[in-house]
């Protein structure tokens, strides 16, 4: 269920307008419209949603709404709210630089540098961010549906059910602040500890300790990153 996050800080004529751009966008999906009509109101929807500015820079010149996670990869993500971002061209021109391309699906996970994981992970925090900041953390403003999160899970080494914290965007992000669960658990036994099959969060610190010292017998795993 969507979280519900200083909503007093958004009025309601900003809110009636966003929510205006969600309903031509639902309508033209439940309708079957094409896609390139599809995309369009989903772009419409990002950019009313973000307040016609770059969410990363603040620039209102040469918008764009981007796809934080490439529709190419994962196409039922495609006109999801939680993965749209505006962004200036210079924003947009950096988040692609590099392999633009159709993926090898036979290759692991942004082996050809297209999806740009700690991006991704960026994208996300900084869409959650400025949600809470200007209080449109509102029921389909961002939403990521379950289907979607699960595959995020699965990319990243984990149960698709392993629950994550916060409305979807901020899920959305904390799934990708974690390191691949199958590497973690490769460098873990290669220091002789085992490894928790759980999400290390932000700030957070997994600590093994000896049975007999009381001390950490092999070391400290903590995820520092936050932006």
């Not at 934080?68 to 749209?84: C, D, H, I, M, S």
């Not at 149960?159 to 973690?184: C, E, K, M, S």
């Not at 036994?189 to 928790?196: I, L, R």
Request: aromatic share 8%.
């Amino acid at each position: 269920m969507t979280e519900t996050v200083g909503t007093e800080l958004a009025d309601a004529a900003m809110i009636a307008s966003i929510q205006a751009k969600l309903d031509r966008l639902t309508e033209a999906v439940n309708a079957g419209l094409n896609r390139t009509r599809c995309l369009r109101r989903w772009s419409e929807f990002i950019r009313e949603r973000d307040g016609h500015r770059c969410v990363d820079c603040h620039s209102t010149r040469r918008l764009a709404a981007h796809h934080v996670f490439r529709k190419v990869l994962l196409p039922e993500a495609e006109y999801q709210t939680g993965n749209g971002i505006t962004l200036c061209r210079e924003c947009h021109r950096e988040v692609h630089v590099g392999f633009n391309g159709r993926p090898d699906l036979s290759k692991p996970l942004d082996a050809q540098g297209g999806e740009k994981l700690p991006l991704i992970e960026r994208l996300y925090c900084i869409l959650d961010q400025d949600a809470v900041e200007r209080g449109l953390l509102l029921p389909g403003f961002y939403e990521l549906d379950e289907q979607v999160l699960a595959k995020f899970k699965l990319f990243q080494g984990f149960a698709h059910d392993t629950p994550f914290p916060g409305p979807p965007v901020r899920q959305a992000y904390l799934i990708w602040a974690q390191a691949n669960l199958a590497v973690r658990r490769a460098l873990a036994e290669a220091n002789g500890f085992p490894m928790t099959d759980q999400p290390i969060l932000p700030g957070e610190a997994y600590v093994v300790w000896g049975s007999e010292t009381g001390q950490p017998s092999a070391g400290i795993i903590r995820n520092p990153r936050w932006y």
